[in-house]
């Protein structure tokens, strides 16, 4: 394959190894396995789930609910606040489809309950410290109003109390997400002894990559549902959800310039296709990829001393080590690993695998 | 026009008023107007332009360059440091239409000069300041090696002098801006002066939309090449570039919880529709995105007190104060000031104007 262009590298090998590895960690705590689908929005990626014997997936719009019911997933999740505005889809979802929708307030409970037309599995999103979305897990009192309103409509069943700790983005390594996992796990466990008499076979869905890598606690939870595994990334690593090797995207990028008089290589390759998703380095330095080295076939682990600095509409600035630039030439492509693989993937559409071939991707609103 | 997911809106008064007024400037400074496409990427709002007079633009990539010749442009600059590896593509542009392309290294201008096949026009690209790309103004030697590349060649024809001074986005008001321009303008002047005389038909082509927005010093710039004047955003008004009444773009996006006890609501309308791009505003705050007051048609200028204050990928979260959070509902439209509407267009890939008529745009890689 020739790149002539920003494309977005695929390395399936390791792809369907980070599958493999998460199907083995659900089965291994008994855990559901409920892939969250927005970080590669593909439907063949998903197939390649469904042959390691997944069936269930999340998903973050009702749009990409659609899509995936179209390529034939027939029971999932969109752990999103449900956007009471999309009424049609709802029903045209849960016409199809064992639909599970997330909600959080009484309000929506209520609308949903007036438009709904057909049979959709409910689960009430709390909040078990990352204060995003949610019901405070002990506020009992707004949980047994939504339930009330649900218990009315034979058509709304609830399911269960689903949170997201995406607090443990801000962990570094085991130690610190195994914390952020203790407490929030505390706060679903005492959640769950206080409805599981009156619901029982209510169920726990808990998910986040960092977690999900790298706890060995789910002793409470039924269902997992991480989603950036599929691909991890740089803020990934930065955590230690995985390592530099397990991430499965590169974008591969032409040099269009160099400036070694302030360290800099131009690539063409910017926001428009990296996003502007950003971390902080362990020297304190704001980057926005860093440089894998080239191999054979694909690209290995990050070069030491160089990162992306900066980003424009189209164009990155990468910093490079004189003796890195002396070598890099007009044209050659440089592999950046992204900060943020589900933002990246998202801008550009599709993938390329290592073998050339295109992958396609949900599109917002075409 | 009903809206139920994010829907990036468009005022086509707001947006022909800006087109208008940066169309009178060029003429009233004798400039010519060589607008930078890349932030609408559309070839019906290109087509606005022509009705005002406009034959020449710019775009930020050679695919983008195809997709306006294909809308019958006939004078395109890639305001891009080549990228050589697009050989194929720019003999295409070069056999239909006047295609002016940038270089800044003699490295670039050979491989060029070797594979060229059509007539091309050559802009150097230079560094007054910004640092980003460009050769030193005062890099005489290694202009003149590159101007010797060209001559050597019959179809590389040397068009003039190029800078983006991307720096006045660092600026506040137009005394700064206009700082900038001082100190960019007297080494584009020097430049000028040494070249004169050897080509006297070179040109300097000048663009950023803050300086071409804010200043009244043209004297020594031939073609002026602003870019997201046609929509403006809350970067631009915060440096003063435009009114918030100028903006003419926002994105409508749908409440879907509240949550009072943090004075936060969560919208459908994350990074994946506004981008990750973000200001610091007056109060050293770093924000997202502004929310403007919703009119009977559109929306008007930014609700005091509220801002995007983080974005997930789906997720938008909105500080409001208590008053405006008791008034808001479940399924109400809020109207989000984009901070940059060139990233913020680019990840949605259309428009819908207040008539609710859909208005497409180049796709990257399809």
Avoid at 202 to 216: A, F, M, Q
Avoid at 258 to 277: C, D, F, M, T
């Amino acid at each position: 394959m020739k790149i002539i262009q920003p494309t977005l590298l695929l390395n399936e090998e390791t792809c369907h190894r980070n599958i493999q590895n998460m199907v083995d960690k659900a089965k291994k705590h008994n855990c559901i396995l409920r892939p969250h689908f927005k970080t590669h929005q593909s439907a063949e990626i998903g197939q390649w789930f469904r042959q390691q014997g997944v069936t269930k997936c999340a998903v973050s719009s009702l749009g990409m609910a659609i899509y995936f019911t179209n390529a034939g997933w027939k029971d999932i999740t969109v752990a999103f606040p449900l956007n009471v505005l999309e009424s049609d889809k709802v029903n045209e979802l849960a016409k199809k489809i064992t639909l599970n929708i997330c909600i959080e307030s009484l309000e929506t409970a209520e609308i949903l309950s007036h438009f709904i037309q057909h049979s959709v599995n409910i689960f009430i999103k709390v909040d078990a410290g990352y204060h995003r979305t949610g019901i405070n897990t002990d506020d009992f009192q707004q949980i047994e109003a939504i339930l009330q309103k649900i218990n009315d409509n034979p058509l709304l069943n609830f399911k269960g109390f689903l949170q997201h700790a995406g607090h443990t983005y801000q962990a570094k390594g085991k130690l610190e997400v195994d914390q952020i996992h203790q407490s929030t796990s505390a706060k679903m466990i005492a959640l769950k002894e206080r409805f599981i008499s009156e619901y029982p076979n209510l169920i726990i869905s808990n998910g986040d990559t960092p977690t999900c890598s790298l706890s060995e606690h789910f002793e409470h939870i039924e269902e997992m549902r991480p989603g950036n595994f599929v691909f991890y990334d740089v803020m990934q690593a930065e955590i230690g959800s995985c390592s530099y090797e397990e991430i499965a995207v590169a974008m591969a990028c032409p040099v269009v310039a160099k400036h070694p008089e302030r360290n800099e290589i131009i690539i063409y390759g910017g926001a428009v296709h990296l996003s502007k998703e950003r971390v902080t380095n362990k020297d304190g330095i704001t980057i926005y990829g860093l440089v894998a080295e080239p191999h054979t076939s694909g690209w290995g682990k990050p070069i030491e001393g160089l990162y992306v600095k900066k980003l424009s509409q189209e164009h990155g600035t990468i910093h490079a080590p004189d003796a890195f630039i002396e070598k890099v030439k007009i044209g050659d492509i440089l592999y950046i690993l992204p900060i943020h693989s589900c933002l990246t993937a998202n801008l550009i559409g599709q993938y390329s695998t290592l073998k050339g071939k295109e992958i396609g991707m949900y599109r917002f609103g075409f």
